[in-house]
Each structure stands twice: as structure tokens, then as C-alpha cells.
């Protein structure tokens, strides 16, 4: 029969075992992923996209807004 020692042994093993099977299925897929610096990059770039195309509608809505106006005073004229 086996005593706690032994079944401790047993277990310890097990749980090496589990755990260096876990890491490497988990490193093949975390491979994938972008590092934290190309994520910040990417995410840097697509922020200062973002914010030209926001900066691109406001100076469209105003020659809209100027442009609207501007039919109406050639309306009344």
C-alpha cells in the first residue's frame, strides 16, 4: 500500500506533468498575439487615424453650414 509520502510524490509529478503541458499549449497560442510594444504602436497609429477623420468631419460640416447659408442669401437675392 502506498503511504502519504508516496501519494505526494505521485501528486507533485502529476502536477508537473499538467503544468508543462498547460505552458506549452499555452505559449503555441499565445504566440500569436502581438507584444505589448506592437499593440501600443498599432494602437497609437489607429487613434491618430481616427482623430484626423474626426477632425475631417468637423471642417466638412462647416463648409456645410457655410454652403447652406450661402443658398439662402443667393435665394433671397
Known amino acids: 500500500m502506498l503511504s502519504k509520502k508516496d501519494l505526494d510524490k505521485i501528486e507533485a509529478l502529476i502536477d508537473s506533468k499538467l503544468d508543462s503541458k498547460l505552458e506549452s499549449k499555452l505559449n503555441e497560442k499565445l504566440k500569436f498575439l502581438p507584444s505589448k510594444e506592437e499593440f501600443?504602436?498599432?494602437?497609437?497609429?489607429?487613434?491618430?487615424?481616427?482623430?484626423?477623420?474626426?477632425?475631417?468631419?468637423?471642417?466638412i460640416s462647416g463648409y456645410k453650414d457655410q454652403i447652406e447659408d450661402h443658398e439662402t442669401r443667393i435665394g433671397k437675392v
Open 40 to 59: 501600443y504602436r498599432k494602437m497609437d497609429e489607429l487613434m491618430g487615424e481616427i482623430k484626423a477623420v474626426r477632425e475631417e468631419q468637423k471642417v
